[in-house]
């Protein structure tokens, strides 16, 4: 079965302190790795796909990154309206998407 | 241009009563989706519609949900005597074209079974 971790559960910054969050996965045949951000009670808001090991995503203070087994979301200089929960899911063979729980960032001033 | 729209935001039923979820897509959006997200979790997939075809509802828990999309627009999820586990935020998505495709999502309604 498909499976996606993320990780850490939470993570709080300052503003301007550069971290990156992690989601392991597993997947039988990767059609694409999916990144979304999701303010309180908003739905997901869609901000990158990667495809293949290697291929890099860049937009403002994020850039996702993949290997075969895990995708990075860096996020630079964070600013406070950079706090929200971020929501990686894959997408296999038979097209069905699997989400992870979500990584709930927040960016002190 | 407009996004995905979701009616009612906040729904709040007693259990065993019927409720009714509504979707309205990206104008031309071909496909359709429907999520159950529990507090805390990423969304879980419930149905896929294409058109007016509903391709997959594996994700369905039980028979008493059921949903549908009769003119390959607007969509409606139903639930049928509501017990306290289907409390959630019910988020529906929709595509251009196929399950291929990015999935745009709705603001969500919160179904809250007391």
């Known amino acids: 079965e498909d499976q996606v971790t993320q990780s850490p559960e939470a993570l709080r910054l300052q503003e301007g302190e550069s971290s990156s969050l992690n989601c392991s996965y597993t997947?039988?045949?990767?059609?694409?790795l999916f990144w979304y951000r999701q303010d309180p009670g908003k739905g997901p808001e869609f901000l990158f796909t990667l495809y293949s090991a290697g291929e890099e995503k860049e937009k403002e203070r994020l850039k996702a990154t993949l290997t075969k087994k895990e995708s990075f979301l860096h996020i630079t200089a964070p600013k406070p309206e950079d706090s929200a929960t971020y929501l990686c899911a894959v997408r296999n063979n038979n097209n069905d998407m699997r989400f992870g729980a979500g990584t709930r960032l927040t960016v002190k001033p | 241009g407009a996004g995905v729209s979701q009616s009612p935001r906040y729904k709040v039923a007693k259990r065993g009563q019927d409720v009714a979820l509504r979707c309205d897509p990206i104008s031309g959006h071909v496909s359709l989706f429907w999520y159950q997200q529990a507090l805390g979790q990423g969304p879980e997939f419930l149905t896929y519609?294409?058109?007016?075809?509903?391709?997959?509802k594996s994700g369905l828990p039980s028979d008493r949900f059921f949903a549908e999309r009769p003119e390959g627009s607007v969509s409606t999820l139903k639930i049928q005597r509501t017990q306290q586990e289907d409390s959630a935020v019910y988020l529906c998505?929709?595509?251009?074209?196929?399950?291929?495709?990015?999935?745009?999502f709705g603001p969500g309604t919160r179904l809250t079974v007391l």
């Open positions: 519609f294409q058109n007016e075809a509903q391709l997959d």
């Open positions: 998505a929709s595509s251009l074209t196929g399950a291929t495709d990015t999935q745009y």
């Open positions: 997947v039988s045949g990767l059609r694409g």
